[in-house]
């Protein structure tokens, strides 16, 4: 059963195919973070723009590379939300004129449920139940996933998520956007101890908040307007670090899990990568982080998820289906449309 997935939540077109909901046969992105960069940050009009032009391109790229044709496909997964609305608008529209032209099923995909398919991928012999951290530019949610449509929130930002924080860093000292890569790098250099950085609502609960952190990296840039870039960094990003770490580990250990998955662009980040194993090791849980090319808004993540609704739960959508820019994760997947 090869499966379409289409990916325009945000400002990356992606589009994957497929075969049984786990061989990726293409997965192929454009990233419009060029055309942003000079706003420093996405604007919605633009990316909705670009999506419409470079939609139809990417599907016929993603069919000729994986060596199939339009009659091959049974069945478009889209992302209808959450995310900015007219970048979800083109890719729902362009997935339900593709099921009624091939005449075969439409299943829309939460967003943040697909990032928990990129773990299906990379680790198909690691199943639920285990919670879930999912983190990136716009989203910061902690989730216990007793099975892939069971889900249920039990933290999440109250403010700033945590790509959104290291984006904001990025704008105050001219790192350009999105900025988190760039961090990433220069924090390799750095001295995570340089600048004794808060750690927000550390030990308080499940929810986070990030926007603090912005303030007092703000306040200390004022007092050293020259500051050296890799401690700054470095620094910066070990405080978010420690937060994501810590919460998830005593949510892991409260809902009695012994696995932790990271999900989204952020859990690509180098640092998070090499913390949290040893600190999960010290408490006797493992942790999984998909491959790196899973991490950021991919569609092969939103196929993943489409193919298990449809082949495994027997859920296809309506084409009256809606975007959700606003659309809520938890218990999504129980849902009746």
């Not at 697909?114 to 716009?138: C, E, K, Q, T, Y």
Request: proline share 7%.
């Amino acid at each position: 059963m090869v499966t379409l997935g289409i990916e325009t939540s945000c400002d990356e077109t992606a589009v994957a195919l497929l075969r049984d909901g786990k061989e990726i046969l293409a997965n192929v992105l454009y990233s419009q973070a060029d055309i942003h960069a000079r706003y420093g940050g996405v604007v919605p009009e633009i990316a909705s723009r670009d999506h419409l032009k470079k939609l139809p391109y990417l599907v016929e790229e993603a069919l000729k590379g994986a060596g199939v044709g339009w009659d091959d496909i049974d069945l478009v997964g889209v992302t209808y939300g959450p995310g900015l609305i007219g970048p979800l608008v083109v890719g729902v529209s362009y997935a339900k004129g593709l099921c009624v032209a091939l005449d075969i099923p439409f299943v829309g995909v939460h967003h943040l449920a697909a990032h928990l398919f990129a773990h299906r991928i990379s680790h198909p012999d690691v199943p639920p139940p285990f919670l879930g951290l999912i983190v990136s530019g716009g989203h910061t949610e902690l989730v216990v996933v007793r099975d892939w449509d069971d889900l249920r929130v039990i933290g999440t930002t109250r403010d700033d998520a945590a790509g959104e924080a290291l984006d904001k860093l990025g704008r105050l000292v001219g790192l350009g956007y999105p900025a988190g890569p760039a961090i990433d790098r220069l924090a390799r250099e750095g001295n995570p101890e340089a600048i004794p950085f808060p750690r927000p609502m550390l030990g308080e609960g499940f929810d986070m908040s990030f926007a603090g952190l912005k303030t007092a990296a703000v306040r200390w840039l004022k007092d050293h307007p020259h500051p050296d870039l890799p401690d700054l960094c470095a620094s910066y990003l070990e405080a978010i670090v420690d937060v994501l770490v810590d919460k998830a580990i005593r949510a892991a250990r409260i809902y009695e899990l012994e696995r932790i998955v990271v999900v989204g662009g952020v859990a690509a980040n180098t640092r998070l990568r090499e913390v949290f194993p040893a600190r999960v090791a010290e408490r006797g849980m493992e942790v999984f982080f998909p491959q790196k090319e899973l991490c950021t808004d991919n569609a092969a993540m939103v196929a993943a998820c489409a193919h298990f609704r449809f082949a495994e739960r027997g859920h296809r959508d309506p084409l009256s289906l809606s975007p959700g820019a606003n659309l809520p994760l938890d218990g999504w997947g129980k849902e009746v449309h």
